[in-house]
């Protein structure tokens, strides 16, 4: 079982960048997709971003334009590089997998907060 732990949140002001690592235990180069969401105390998690193994990308409304997401198979890493910081952006950020689309996902990473604030 592939583990995922998320790593790079931090405390940013408005305007500002952070780029978040998603790393996994085991290969990810046969993964369908990986994906970023988050998630306020109190709301639904959301999907904020995903990548497909062919490079396929989609991206949530509020961050199109801001956010990139990206993997590296040789690595077994995925990555969201967040520009354009928003405070409504402030969440727990959670990396997870799919091994095809007609799966659920696999694991979940423990997260990592990101806190956009002046």
């Known amino acids: 079982q592939v583990q995922l732990v998320e790593s790079g949140g931090g405390l940013v002001q408005p305007g500002g960048s952070l780029r978040l690592s998603c790393a996994a235990s085991g290969s990810i180069s046969s993964l369908y997709a990986m994906f970023w969401y988050r998630q306020v105390p109190g709301k639904q998690r959301e999907l904020v971003a995903f990548?497909?193994?062919?490079?396929?990308?989609s991206y949530v409304d509020s961050v199109k334009g801001r956010f990139t997401i990206s993997r590296d198979n040789a690595k077994n890493t995925a990555s969201l590089q967040m520009n354009s910081l928003k405070p409504e952006d402030t969440a727990v950020y959670y990396c997870?997998?799919?091994?095809?689309?007609?799966?659920?996902?696999?694991?979940w990473g423990p997260g990592t907060q990101v806190t956009v604030s002046s």
């Open positions: 997870t997998a799919k091994r095809s689309p007609f799966e659920g996902y696999i694991t």
């Open positions: 990548i497909t193994s062919g490079g396929t990308t």
